[in-house]
């Protein structure tokens, strides 16, 4: 996962070197905010990984003299907790439908069926209550988008 995780950043740190952006805006954050937001949290995600990483290998090796030398391990098998790939099929799945209906019903539209669709999938069951936040963050995120960073998202059916 820390390979994925760091081939996405080296991506977004190409891509955000590279952006052709005109200088001398309202003074505002700027078109880069948000992406270098996104490759600073990127590349705190690949030094966890990795930190974790290094950590378990030590655990298992230190594991693996224990049981040499006679102890009993406690069961507790790294990377042995299963994949629930129902949750992984639906998210995929919310996903998708967001990419499909982004542009025609709009972002607030779009982005809160992607939100909503998430927590369910991730196993929420207060429906009614997700689907308020889910609206919540994706105006939210629409206000941030339009008023902070000038940056305008879909508007789709509802034209904003």
């Not at 005109?22 to 880069?32: K, L, Q, V």
């Not at 224990?66 to 391990?73: I, K, S």
């Not at 406690?74 to 629930?84: F, H, Q, R, V, Y």
């Amino acid at each position: 996962m820390a390979a994925v995780v760091t081939a996405f950043a080296v991506y977004l740190t190409h891509g955000l070197l590279v952006m052709d952006v005109r200088e001398g805006g309202d003074g505002g954050p700027g078109p880069r905010f948000f992406p270098l937001l996104v490759l600073v949290l990127a590349w705190v995600v690949v030094a966890g990984l990795a930190l974790d990483a290094v950590r378990e290998r030590r655990r298992a090796h230190r594991e693996v003299r224990a049981v040499g030398d006679g102890a009993v391990g406690d069961g507790d098998e790294p990377g042995t907790a299963p994949t629930d790939w129902r949750a992984v099929a639906l998210v995929a799945a919310t996903f998708a439908v967001f990419t499909a209906v982004l542009v025609p019903l709009g972002w607030l539209v779009a982005g809160t069926w992607l939100f909503w669709g998430t927590a369910q999938a991730l196993g929420s069951r207060r429906r009614l209550f997700d689907a308020g936040v889910a609206l919540a963050v994706a105006s939210v995120v629409q206000l941030a988008f339009g008023a902070g960073l000038g940056l305008n998202l879909p508007a789709g059916l509802l034209g904003l």
